[in-house]
């Protein structure tokens, strides 16, 4: 019979050894007594090596990278394959889909056709896309406008997810219709609740205000112009070099065609970035030719919603993130202005920091790549900063954790709440909160400055260094009656989560539950399956598997509004917005974002 700590130790041993195979075995270059500056050279070591082992670590595939100090470009280089079957290997010059960051070039677009007075940012859409039009619920609401659309206020939904991701798309010119019985998720300006549906219909205007074709436009307007060669708008990625292959777990994909072109449908390499970094860190000039003006930099990168009681700490430009928390996170440089990309397959990261001027992007073909291209961005812009200016990052002091919050302030956490993520729930223990999300369960503890901190345990025994992640605090906050949690590293705060209550469900909504099928798919790619709605903890939940992101399986709450229709609830993307109940050929079916799902026998 073995003993029990023995079998812990064993297990405990294990676990290590796990951890060290995942660190890899190299270790990092040796880093020179002094930083030169203008001398890259231990940076390109040094982020090769932590490149090569996060690829590693994450299995991915293909990565390229540059890096820009001002008007040079000090470094580009891929790794790994474009094209693992043909063994072609990834380059400055393999072509990836960007996904979102798309967005900031739709921006530019629209922001020099304001110069030109074709385009009026605080103007109703609706001025510039005549047949745009959503039902509302909100009274005395303001109008939709372009600047709205660009900081993601508007409460256009996130998406119309039917015909998204399809073979045939239909062109951006359609969506006016398609959307027509949608509802609006929020009122324009009170949330920040990121939108693809916003930014193409922004597209749209850009497209109609300019008399061409979106993608053609932007051709003529921003790409050919900064002279990015192998970059284009397009609704699909090319089969042929230098565009590279796709992957998930390994294995090849194809990335299917997306309709919404202006939010996500940009084609380009890091070589071709690095022009549009240079270009905003002149502040709008690329060799010697204006592409926008200085002031019209200046106001993209201004915060734009300062006065959003609902956003708290986080802030957002016209099109650029200015809030790094929880993934670029780079301090005492003044404005940090990103913005990250995914399509199904392929991830991307744009950093600039304008008043040191430097800028990198980061781009893979790996759908498992997102928390790689974020890190290696800023640990590229964190060396690259001490090299050009000799500063370093302040070291990130622990605060101490103990019985700072008494057993009355935890229970006032005790409850569920949407997240980002799903549906969360907090339960009070002794001394610490329990949180569960996702199927996982870690804790929250107090610390000194009464916030709490994450813990996860080992087999519930041992505490793991969680880096970064573990120097956030998270507390309460009510806003215009919604509780909310919130997270903050000491200077950035972010919203993570509303609490929820639950609600008496009428007869009507009790004889729904069960598992749906969609019934219009279809040639789109389908993201859901699985659908059920149930009811646990007196919250009415819509559950679905995510087939193509991991198989995650999500959990939303939902609030009836009456028998024949509810929203989803909650602060930010995919929230607020409607559920309806429709009967079509004597059956009845649930109608959101364009799919019909009809009850399983």
Known sequence: ???????????????????????????????????????????KEHITWLIRKEMSKNNVQGLSIALVDDQQVVWSEGFGFADRAAQTPASG?????????????????????????????????????????????FSNAKPITLRSIMTHH????????????????????????????EYAAFPPDTVFSYSNLGMSLLGLAVQNASGQEFSRHLQQAVVTPLGMRHAAFSAAIGTQAPAARAYRDGEEKAEPPLRDIPAGGLNASVNDMSRFIRMILAE????????????????MLRPQNSSVALDQGFRIGLGWMLDGLGGINIKNVGTVAHHSGATLYHRAQLVVLPQVKLGVVVLSNSSSAQQVVNSISTEALKLALEIKTGQKQPEKKPILTGEFLSADELKAYDGSYTTMAGLGRLSPRSGYLKAELMDRSFRLVPRQDKKLQ?????????????????????????????????????????????????????????????????????????????????????????????????NARISQVIRPLSDNEAVTVGLWRG????IRVLQENGKEQLSFSGYRLEKAP
């Not at 859409?125 to 619920?137: G, I, K, Q």
């Not at 998204?164 to 398609?178: E, K």
């Not at 200077?491 to 609490?499: L, M, S």
Request: hydrophobic share 40%.
């Open 1 to 43: 019979m073995h003993h029990p700590l023995k079998k812990i130790a064993g297990l405990l041993l294990a676990a290590l050894l796990m951890l060290a195979l995942l660190a890899g075995c190299a270790s990092p270059p040796v880093r020179p007594q002094a930083l030169v500056p203008g001398e890259y050279g231990y940076l």
């Open 93 to 137: 010059d393999t072509v990836y889909r960007v996904g979102s960051v798309s967005k900031l070039f739709t921006c530019l677009a629209a922001m020099q056709l304001v110069e030109q007075g074709r385009l009026d940012l605080d103007k109703p859409l609706a001025t510039y896309v005549p047949d745009f039009s959503l039902r509302s619920r």
């Open 154 to 181: 508007s409460g256009i939904p996130s998406d119309y997810l039917k015909g998204m991701w399809t073979q045939q798309p239909q062109p951006i010119s359609t969506l006016p219709a398609l959307i027509r019985d």
């Open 284 to 299: 709008g000039e690329f060799n010697g030719q204006r592409i926008i003006k200085p002031e019209t930099v200046h106001e």
């Open 454 to 550: 994450l813990q996860y345990r080992l087999l519930g025994l041992f505490p793991i260094d969680l880096g970064e992640l573990g120097h956030y605090g998270v507390s309460r906050v009510n806003v215009s009656g919604h509780e909310l949690l919130k997270a903050s590293d000491g200077e950035q705060e972010v919203v993570i989560g509303e609490k929820v209550t639950p609600v008496a469900l009428s007869a009507a909504w009790q004889q729904r539950l069960g598992s749906y099928r969609i019934t219009n798919l279809g040639d789109d790619t389908q993201f859901a399956d699985e659908i059920t709605l149930r009811l646990a903890d007196g919250l009415l939940l819509i559950e679905y598997t995510m087939r193509e992101f991991g």
């Open 575 to 578: 929230m607020g917005e409607t």
